[in-house]
């Protein structure tokens, strides 16, 4: 009974946390899932990979459905929206999202990595369907002449190629290896995106991350393992209409909440425009596993790690004109139960750009939840 009370309590409170990171799981022989929380909702997607276009290769048919509640913010002066002026009242430039998003596609494995069950080397091709709702609490936002001010119907298709050689240490946590994707979303008038909000756009997206050992710790220490960290990524969006959605965000299958939300310390949603550049790098200490006798037949652990991180960004006028830099560094902690559910909080410097209500120290918590 404990157990079960445990784990309803970390589902119910995982619901309520920030966004989590997706997982794969096998149901069966042919089938498996894919999903992660969000704050306020849930991504499901369900592959079935009963069948092989090419021998020994995975080919994995998807059905995607996700939806959630989120705070959107609107950072420009509606009548200056191309040139990138900022809005003055910092107090009033947030409004309520109910998101809806839904997608079929399937994923071809081109080269198989025999230290993992998944592929090395793999190409996908979704589409993709995203409906937003709009609630009225930011007057300029609302009042201004965006097609998409009262939500948004957009259809796409989007391709992505993507190699993935990471691989993580189970007793360690020591990660290591490099992950890279490219992908180009196609968003035309013709998909019927002119039936509400006006999406007419096309997506270019690319993503490297590496992972470098430093140092494995010997078994009279308690540090279990260092290793460096690094993201980079560009977006670039251009089109006749670009909805907030799509400007907003950066990526097209996975997406992240903006700019301001990569660049640790800024607000999310902030710096939205045509081009963004992100990389976030960071050394991370990890302690070696604390175990429980007492719970889960002595299965169970908490992990232990110290971050140290430095983000930069770029961001181009949506005018085309050049932009701006932003950076920011920091130091933070995070405490994983079982790899499970994490805990995570960070002190973060904004170097560059001001944030818009003056703090130059800010606190960030996160929790995730994987299952």
């Not at 010997?218 to 400007?247: H, Q, W």
Request: with cysteine.
């Amino acid at each position: 009974m404990t157990r079960k009370i445990l784990l309803l309590f970390i589902l119910l409170f995982s619901l309520l946390s920030v966004p989590a990171f997706a997982t794969l799981q096998s149901v069966s022989d042919n089938t498996i899932m894919m999903y992660n929380l969000t704050v306020w909702g849930m991504n499901l997607g369900v592959g079935y990979k009963g069948f092989s276009l090419l021998e020994d290769r995975d080919t994995i048919l998807w059905a995607l459905l996700g939806g959630r509640g989120t705070k959107l913010s609107y950072f420009r002066d509606i009548d200056d929206d191309d040139l990138d002026v900022y809005i003055r009242d910092y107090d009033d430039i947030s409004f309520w999202s109910a998101h809806l998003n839904w997608g079929l596609g399937f994923s071809q494995g081109l080269i198989n990595d025999v230290r993992k069950s998944t592929d090395l080397l793999y190409f996908s091709i979704f589409y993709k369907g995203v409906r937003e709702w709009y609630y009225e609490d930011h007057d300029d936002f609302f009042k201004g002449d965006r097609a998409d001010r009262e939500g948004l119907l957009q259809n796409s298709v989007v391709f992505e190629l993507a190699l993935d050689s990471v691989l993580t240490d189970r007793d360690s946590g020591m990660r290591r290896g490099f992950f890279s994707n490219a992908t180009f979303e196609y968003a035309p008038n013709a998909f019927f995106n002119s039936y509400l909000g006006d999406a007419d756009f096309r997506k270019y997206y690319a993503q490297f991350k590496f992972f470098i050992p430093i140092h494995d710790f010997e078994d009279k220490t308690r540090f279990a393992c260092l290793y460096f960290g690094n993201s980079s990524m560009v977006d670039y969006v251009t089109g006749s209409e670009i909805p907030i959605y799509a400007r907003h965000h950066i990526g097209s299958l996975s997406v992240y909440g903006g700019l301001g939300g990569l660049v640790r310390g800024y607000e999310t949603y902030r710096f939205d425009s045509g081009l963004k550049l992100a990389n976030r790098s960071e050394f991370r200490l990890l302690l070696k596993k604390i175990h429980f006798n007492s719970m889960f037949n002595g299965k169970a652990f908490l992990r232990c790690s110290t971050i140290t991180f430095f983000d930069m960004g770029y961001y181009g006028f949506l005018d085309g004109s050049d932009g701006g830099f932003i950076c920011s560094t920091g130091v933070g902690g995070l405490i994983s139960f079982m790899d499970i559910i994490s805990l995570s909080g960070y002190i973060a410097f904004p170097l560059t750009e001001e944030r818009l209500d003056r703090n130059r120290v800010v606190p960030i918590l996160g929790f995730s939840f994987k299952f």
